[in-house]
């Protein structure tokens, strides 16, 4: 499983544009880059997903770069309620025989400020 | 469809008592989680069910025991709890298709404290 490094802690104003930055060096030719949202007392949630170059959902848009040893989560015009931790993974993700597993590290602590 | 359901919300224990944390998903998955995230960290595997009939060790199974009732329900067993076993536990699911799978859907968390 590749290690994944990320801030700690971010703080952004409402409605900019905030980046965070993953380090993944180690990434393996089979590795997806995903990307978790977790609200404090809540379960981690999904937000996007990528192998590489650029993804774009309602939520995020996902930027990896052509060697693939980092990415950068994009959320625009942030508001209040982005106010989460934000969680980098990066793994296999096949499903059928053989493990399945997920490494989530501390995370980045995003407060948005009014 | 609820997604994943976790009982109880909360719990209090004092060491050495057992308790069976339930979770359920009515979405057909076929693989499910349990984790524990202590304060300030990231979630920890404890252990994982790749299929019913199966479950395997994650990064911290020492001093717990998981059943894989059927496909819907993944248990997990504390025998005997410790103060060092207090957290929030999740329970998680993801679709299999054969294909890559990435996308996990988290119960809403069991927050347990042993005295």
């Known amino acids: 499983l590749a290690k994944t490094t990320q801030p700690i802690s971010m703080d952004s104003y409402e409605g900019q544009e905030v980046n965070i930055t993953c380090s993944h060096n180690n990434i393996a030719t089979n590795d997806y880059i995903t990307w978790y949202q977790q609200f404090p007392s809540q379960g981690p949630r999904f937000i996007i997903q990528g192998y590489k170059t650029k993804v774009t959902n309602e939520v995020a848009s996902l930027f990896i770069p052509a060697d693939r040893k980092s990415s950068t989560l994009s959320l625009p015009r942030v508001s209040l309620s982005d106010t989460a931790v934000y969680y980098c993974?990066?793994?296999?993700?096949?499903?059928?025989?053989?493990?399945?597993?997920?490494?989530f590290g501390k995370g980045t602590k995003l407060s948005v400020i009014p | 469809n609820a997604g994943v359901t976790q009982t109880p919300k909360f719990q209090v224990l004092k060491t050495g008592q057992s308790m069976t944390l339930q979770c359920a998903q009515d979405?057909?998955?076929?693989?499910m989680y349990w984790y524990r995230q202590d304060p300030g960290m990231g979630l920890r595997l404890i252990y994982y069910s790749a299929s019913e009939g199966t479950t395997d060790k994650g990064e911290v199974p020492n001093g717990y025991n998981v059943s894989r009732l059927n496909k819907r329900e993944f248990s997990l067993r504390l025998e005997s709890a410790a103060p060092s076993q207090t957290s929030v536990y999740f329970c998680?699911?993801?679709?299999?298709?054969?294909?890559?799978?990435?996308?996990?859907?988290f119960g809403p968390g069991t927050r347990l404290t042993v005295t």
């Open positions: 998680a699911s993801i679709p299999t298709s054969g294909g890559p799978v990435y996308e996990q859907y």
């Open positions: 993974l990066v793994g296999v993700a096949y499903s059928g025989a053989g493990s399945y597993q997920l490494t």
């Open positions: 979405m057909n998955h076929n693989s």
